[in-house]
Every structure is written in C-alpha cells, then in structure tokens.
Nanobody, 122 residues
Framework: QVQLVESGGGLVQAGGSLRLSCAAS????????MGWFRQAPGKEREFVAR????????NYADSVKGRFTISRDNAKNMVYLQMNSLKPEDTAVYYC???????????????WGQGTQVTISS
C-alpha cells in the first residue's frame, strides 16, 4: 500500500496562498490517480481536486475552480495543491489520496495521508 505524507498547511489571511505537498512512498506512484480532499469540522470529507496518472487531466470542485491547481511530479513521487485567493471557508484538514479510478468519489481512493491543517483567517 502506498504511504502518503502531506505537508505545507498553516495559518494565512484571506486572500493569501498556500502550497500543499504530498509525498508518496511507492515507486509505482506514476500509475495512480491522485486526489486532494478536505474535511472541515462537523462536515463530511469532500472532494477538492484530482489528477490523472500522467498529469494530463485535472478536475476541480466548483468551490475551488480557478483558485486551486493540482499538479504532480512523477519523478519525485510528489503531488501538489497550489491554493490561491484563499477564503475562510477553505479552512479544513486537507488530505491527499491515491486510487486507480479517476473519480471524485472518496470511496474510490484506497490510500490516504494523515492530513494537514489549513486555517484561513478573515
């Protein structure tokens, strides 16, 4: 099973930016779909962004479209989430995940990181 470790979370003011990183342990990383999800207190974990194994296609939740960018570096076993124009409602724990299906359904992702906290102050 792939081990995933997120980093890059923190506290920023509204309108600011953060870049989240996710390091994967396994050499076959390039064969997996990668996704970012988030979970705010008292809410369900929700889809944020996904990227195909080659990095050629990406997809975003409507709430982050135009502000967030997912990317990956298969040579480094890394996936990133660049977050710009952050809003207080983006506050959540952010998780990266990998799977074999290119979906927004968290049930299709079978390895998860421990999460990184993102807090946006108004």
């Amino acid at each position: 099973q792939v081990q995933l470790v997120e980093s890059g979370g923190g506290l920023v003011q509204a309108g600011g930016s953060l870049r989240l990183s996710c390091a994967a342990s396994k050499g076959t990383f390039s064969g997996y779909v990668m996704g970012w999800f988030r979970q705010a207190p008292g809410k369900e974990r929700e889809f944020v962004a996904r990227i195909t194994p080659s990095g050629g296609s990406t997809n975003y939740a409507d709430s982050v479209k135009g502000r967030f960018t997912i990317s990956r570096d298969n040579a480094k076993n890394m996936v990133y989430l660049q977050m710009n124009s952050l809003k207080p409602e983006d506050t959540a724990v952010y998780y990266c995940a990998c799977g074999s299906r290119y979906t927004a359904n968290r049930g299709d992702y079978n390895s998860w990181g421990q999460g990184t906290q993102v807090t946006i102050s108004s």
